[in-house]
Protein backbone atom coordinates (compact mmCIF):
# COMPACT_ATOMS: atom_id res chain seq x y z
CA UNK A 1 0.00 0.00 0.00
CA UNK A 2 1.36 3.11 -0.82
CA UNK A 3 2.35 5.73 2.05
CA UNK A 4 -0.28 8.95 2.35
CA UNK A 5 1.24 12.18 1.65
CA UNK A 6 1.70 15.12 3.40
CA UNK A 7 -0.25 17.34 0.88
CA UNK A 8 -0.32 21.56 0.94
CA UNK A 9 -3.54 23.37 -1.13
CA UNK A 10 -3.29 27.10 -1.83
CA UNK A 11 -5.36 29.09 -4.07
CA UNK A 12 -3.29 28.93 -7.86
CA UNK A 13 -3.02 32.17 -10.04
CA UNK A 14 -2.04 32.93 -13.33
CA UNK A 15 1.94 32.63 -13.39
CA UNK A 16 0.67 28.57 -12.06
CA UNK A 17 -0.50 27.88 -15.30
CA UNK A 18 2.89 26.12 -16.64
CA UNK A 19 2.54 24.40 -14.01
CA UNK A 20 -0.87 23.15 -14.42
CA UNK A 21 -0.22 22.15 -18.18
CA UNK A 22 2.36 20.02 -17.25
CA UNK A 23 0.67 18.34 -14.72
CA UNK A 24 -2.04 18.46 -17.17
CA UNK A 25 0.10 16.46 -19.89
CA UNK A 26 1.11 14.37 -17.47
CA UNK A 27 -2.18 13.39 -15.86
CA UNK A 28 -4.56 12.90 -18.81
CA UNK A 29 -3.78 10.27 -21.59
CA UNK A 30 -3.88 11.76 -24.70
CA UNK A 31 -5.89 8.34 -26.09
CA UNK A 32 -9.14 10.11 -24.17
CA UNK A 33 -9.01 13.75 -25.19
CA UNK A 34 -9.54 14.83 -21.79
CA UNK A 35 -6.34 17.72 -21.37
CA UNK A 36 -7.53 21.37 -22.07
CA UNK A 37 -4.92 23.54 -23.65
CA UNK A 38 -3.15 26.41 -21.34
CA UNK A 39 -5.52 29.01 -23.10
CA UNK A 40 -8.41 27.31 -22.38
CA UNK A 41 -7.47 27.30 -18.86
CA UNK A 42 -6.58 30.89 -19.06
CA UNK A 43 -9.80 31.59 -20.11
CA UNK A 44 -12.12 30.34 -17.82
CA UNK A 45 -9.61 31.41 -14.96
CA UNK A 46 -10.27 35.22 -15.86
CA UNK A 47 -14.10 34.59 -15.61
CA UNK A 48 -15.99 35.54 -12.09
CA UNK A 49 -16.17 32.60 -9.84
CA UNK A 50 -14.00 30.42 -11.29
CA UNK A 51 -10.85 29.66 -8.84
CA UNK A 52 -7.33 27.08 -9.35
CA UNK A 53 -6.38 24.96 -6.48
CA UNK A 54 -2.86 24.05 -6.60
CA UNK A 55 -1.52 21.14 -4.03
CA UNK A 56 2.62 20.73 -3.61
CA UNK A 57 4.51 18.33 -2.00
CA UNK A 58 7.36 20.11 -0.40
CA UNK A 59 8.38 22.52 -3.38
CA UNK A 60 7.10 20.04 -6.27
CA UNK A 61 3.67 20.55 -7.61
CA UNK A 62 1.38 17.52 -7.23
CA UNK A 63 -1.70 18.39 -8.45
CA UNK A 64 -4.41 21.25 -9.38
CA UNK A 65 -8.41 21.34 -9.69
CA UNK A 66 -9.66 23.84 -11.49
CA UNK A 67 -13.54 24.81 -10.31
CA UNK A 68 -16.19 27.29 -10.75
CA UNK A 69 -19.75 28.74 -8.96
CA UNK A 70 -22.47 30.41 -10.98
CA UNK A 71 -25.29 31.26 -8.39
CA UNK A 72 -25.50 28.29 -5.66
CA UNK A 73 -24.04 25.66 -7.95
CA UNK A 74 -20.55 25.11 -8.67
CA UNK A 75 -18.74 22.44 -10.72
CA UNK A 76 -15.32 20.81 -10.37
CA UNK A 77 -14.14 21.48 -14.22
CA UNK A 78 -10.32 19.82 -13.92
CA UNK A 79 -8.53 17.71 -11.22
CA UNK A 80 -5.55 15.94 -12.02
CA UNK A 81 -2.74 14.68 -9.91
CA UNK A 82 0.67 13.88 -11.30
CA UNK A 83 1.09 10.22 -11.96
CA UNK A 84 3.67 9.22 -9.38
CA UNK A 85 1.38 10.77 -6.45
CA UNK A 86 -2.01 8.86 -7.36
CA UNK A 87 -3.38 6.73 -4.66
CA UNK A 88 -1.22 8.58 -1.87
CA UNK A 89 -4.21 11.37 -1.07
CA UNK A 90 -3.43 13.93 -3.22
CA UNK A 91 -6.40 13.93 -5.13
CA UNK A 92 -8.11 13.35 -2.15
CA UNK A 93 -7.32 16.72 -0.53
CA UNK A 94 -7.84 18.85 -3.42
CA UNK A 95 -11.25 16.97 -4.01
CA UNK A 96 -11.98 18.50 0.24
CA UNK A 97 -10.62 21.60 -0.75
CA UNK A 98 -12.72 22.09 -3.68
CA UNK A 99 -15.54 20.31 -1.42
CA UNK A 100 -15.24 23.46 1.33
CA UNK A 101 -14.39 25.95 -1.24
CA UNK A 102 -17.88 25.52 -3.19
CA UNK A 103 -19.36 25.43 0.75
CA UNK A 104 -17.70 28.31 1.98
CA UNK A 105 -18.62 30.35 -1.51
CA UNK A 106 -23.02 29.58 -0.86
CA UNK A 107 -22.88 26.53 -3.22
CA UNK A 108 -25.96 23.89 -2.64
CA UNK A 109 -24.51 21.27 -4.75
CA UNK A 110 -21.15 20.60 -6.73
CA UNK A 111 -21.24 19.12 -10.04
CA UNK A 112 -18.32 17.39 -12.04
CA UNK A 113 -18.10 15.19 -14.65
CA UNK A 114 -15.71 12.14 -15.89
CA UNK A 115 -15.38 9.61 -18.49
CA UNK A 116 -16.51 6.60 -18.44
CA UNK A 117 -13.79 3.87 -16.91
CA UNK A 118 -11.50 6.88 -15.20
CA UNK A 119 -10.46 5.92 -11.97
CA UNK A 120 -11.10 8.64 -10.77
CA UNK A 121 -14.61 7.39 -10.19
CA UNK A 122 -13.75 5.87 -7.31
CA UNK A 123 -12.57 9.23 -5.35
CA UNK A 124 -15.81 10.68 -6.49
CA UNK A 125 -18.13 8.23 -5.29
CA UNK A 126 -16.18 7.80 -1.93
CA UNK A 127 -17.03 11.38 -1.39
CA UNK A 128 -20.08 11.29 -1.67
CA UNK A 129 -20.93 12.15 -5.57
CA UNK A 130 -23.49 10.50 -7.47
CA UNK A 131 -24.00 9.90 -11.08
CA UNK A 132 -27.28 11.80 -12.46
CA UNK A 133 -26.43 11.05 -15.99
CA UNK A 134 -24.30 9.96 -18.68
CA UNK A 135 -23.48 11.90 -22.51
CA UNK A 136 -22.45 8.97 -24.73
CA UNK A 137 -19.35 9.63 -26.69
CA UNK A 138 -19.01 12.90 -25.74
CA UNK A 139 -15.10 12.82 -25.55
CA UNK A 140 -13.06 12.33 -28.86
CA UNK A 141 -9.75 11.05 -28.80
CA UNK A 142 -7.06 12.56 -31.15
CA UNK A 143 -7.93 9.45 -33.63
CA UNK A 144 -11.49 10.19 -33.86
CA UNK A 145 -12.65 7.54 -31.17
CA UNK A 146 -15.41 8.21 -28.95
CA UNK A 147 -16.14 7.55 -25.26
CA UNK A 148 -19.16 8.07 -22.77
CA UNK A 149 -19.13 10.96 -20.06
CA UNK A 150 -20.61 10.76 -16.81
CA UNK A 151 -22.11 13.54 -15.04
CA UNK A 152 -22.08 13.17 -11.45
CA UNK A 153 -23.29 15.65 -8.52
CA UNK A 154 -23.02 15.97 -4.45
CA UNK A 155 -25.54 18.30 -2.22
CA UNK A 156 -23.32 20.34 -0.05
Given at each position: ????????????????????DTIMQAAFDPRFGEAWTRNQV?????MPGVWLTIATIGADPAGFALSRRVLDEAELLLLATVPTFRRRGV????????????????????????????????????????????????YRGPAGQAFDALTYRRDL
Open positions: MSTMLRVDLRGGVVADLPAVLGLLSGAAILRSVIADSTSQGARTLHLEVRSGNDAIKLYRSAGFMKVGERHQY
